[in-house]
């Protein structure tokens, strides 16, 4: 963990995640955290070996995702947020971490949503870019794919150098997982060869 720490300081930093009143800090995750806490679910999305992301019309690069609707999953929430925002079917997707937020405001953004202890689910996800952004919220101008260090250098020169590592955070965990699952196929057919 110490090495992560050392390799995305600024995602694992202390942030606002720009939002007023908002403390917010990063955690890698296996799971999923308690669903009642989840006021958000956002997702680092991957066509093949390239990410995707979005612009939106006032010119700010964004991370898919969003806040979860009343009686919604956090998988309902997901498909819906990347189908909105960049246009794409969820093919598969993994946890990768989450933003632990505490809000000094003194009512939720919305009335469903945990307050003012929550958290920001974060996922990595494979992809399929179906449709147009149906921009339901956001206002979405663009939807490009990049390979993973274009889309990092858009984000630091953004001023998102969270958002630039965990881009590239899920990336590499994305590639150990391919790697452990390429070693387990092996180890099976051998196994089952013998």
């Known amino acids: ?22 403390k917010a800090q990063f955690e ?5 955290p308690p669903a009642a806490l989840i006021s958000n679910v956002n997702c680092v999305p991957f066509v093949g070996d390239f990410c995707v992301v979005i612009t939106l019309e006032r010119g700010s690069l964004e991370l898919p995702g969003g806040t979860c609707e009343p009686g919604e999953s956090c998988e309902e929430t997901l498909r819906r947020e990347l189908l909105e925002e960049a246009g794409a079917q969820t093919l598969r997707f993994e946890p ?9 405001q003194p009512h939720p953004f919305r009335p469903h949503l945990p307050h003012p202890d929550a958290y920001r689910y974060v996922v990595y996800a494979d992809v399929a870019l179906v449709t147009h952004p149906t921009n339901h919220g956001e206002q979405v101008a663009q939807v490009e794919v990049l390979p993973v260090h274009a889309a990092a250098d858009r984000f630091r020169a953004s001023g998102r150098p969270e958002f630039a590592e ?3 955070l899920a990336d590499a965990v994305r590639r150990q997982q ?3 699952m390429q ?9 089952e060869s013998d």
């Open 1 to 22: 963990m110490a090495e992560a720490l050392n390799q995305y300081a600024s995602l694992f930093s202390r942030t606002t995640l720009h939002i007023p009143g908002m």
């Open 28 to 32: 890698r995750r296996t799971t999923q």
């Open 96 to 104: 990768l971490g989450a933003w632990s937020t505490h809000s000094s």
């Open 166 to 168: 965990l881009y590239e």
């Open 178 to 180: 391919a790697s452990r």
């Open 183 to 191: 070693v387990d196929h092996i180890q099976f057919s051998t196994y």
